[in-house]
């Protein structure tokens, strides 16, 4: 079964310091994968998707991502963090037939001044 | 407007009353999808449908069961609320059309409260 793995539930990073949220999925089938943001009381928001064209996905409020199938990750990349990025994200993968979403279990970003 | 609405937002109920949570949407998508979020778990499906005759279960549907009235209507019942069922749900929908079935659009949540 698919599953998605989200090293560090919280994450901490200074107001202009690189963000790096990590991603691994477990698939011998390289999957479709995203990224979801979700602000406080607020719903998910999709922030990029790979399906399977260029490794390197660029998506909303300058975050990146990279698939990279040796490594079976899609880490989650911003290079100078604001304050307005304070967030959970989340990782997840399209399972099987029936775009099923597996979710990995969520990182909460803190930015500090 | 929001695309995807869920209501109620909030509802705070006891142990064994019946609840349906619901969810509309003017996306025009037919796929429709219930997921729990629980802290440190993050979301897990309950239900999806992806179409108003074709209801199937997620990986966690005991204790719930759905109901699709209309292509744009989705609802989520507890037939008797325990309080492990507090949580946070979300609605989601999908557009079957090839190259657009991957992305999945949430709603802005339910906070249920199992006393």
């Known amino acids: 079964a698919q599953s998605v793995t989200q090293l560090g539930s919280h994450v901490s990073v200074s107001e202009g310091a690189l963000v790096l949220l990590r991603c691994n999925y477990s698939?011998?089938?390289?999957?479709?994968l995203f990224w979801y943001v979700q602000y406080p009381n607020q719903g998910l928001q999709l922030l990029l998707k790979?399906?399977?064209?260029?490794?390197l996905v660029k998506g909303i409020n300058g975050f990146e991502a990279e698939f990279k199938k040796s490594e079976t990750s899609f880490h989650l990349t911003k290079p100078s963090a604001h304050m307005s990025d304070a967030a959970e994200y989340f990782c997840?993968?399209?399972?099987?037939?029936?775009?099923?979403?597996?979710f990995g279990t969520g990182t909460q970003l803190k930015v500090e001044l | 407007d929001a695309d995807v609405t869920q209501t109620p937002r909030n509802r705070i109920t006891k142990t064994g009353k019946r609840i349906m949570l619901e969810c509309s949407q003017t996306?025009?998508?037919?796929?429709m999808y219930w997921y729990r979020q629980d802290p440190g778990l993050g979301l897990r499906l309950i239900y999806y449908s992806f179409d108003v005759k074709d209801i199937n279960k997620g990986e966690i549907s005991d204790g719930y069961s759905v109901s699709r009235q209309a292509q744009a209507k989705f609802s989520l019942s507890l037939e008797s609320a325990i309080p492990n069922q507090t949580a946070l749900y979300f609605c989601a929908t999908s557009d079957r059309r090839i190259g657009r079935t991957d992305t999945q659009y949430f709603g802005p949540g339910t906070r249920l409260t199992v006393l």
């Open positions: 997840a993968a399209r399972t099987g037939g029936g775009n099923k979403l597996t």
């Open positions: 996306k025009g998508h037919d796929r």
């Open positions: 790979y399906t399977s064209a260029a490794t």
């Open positions: 698939s011998s089938v390289p999957p479709y």
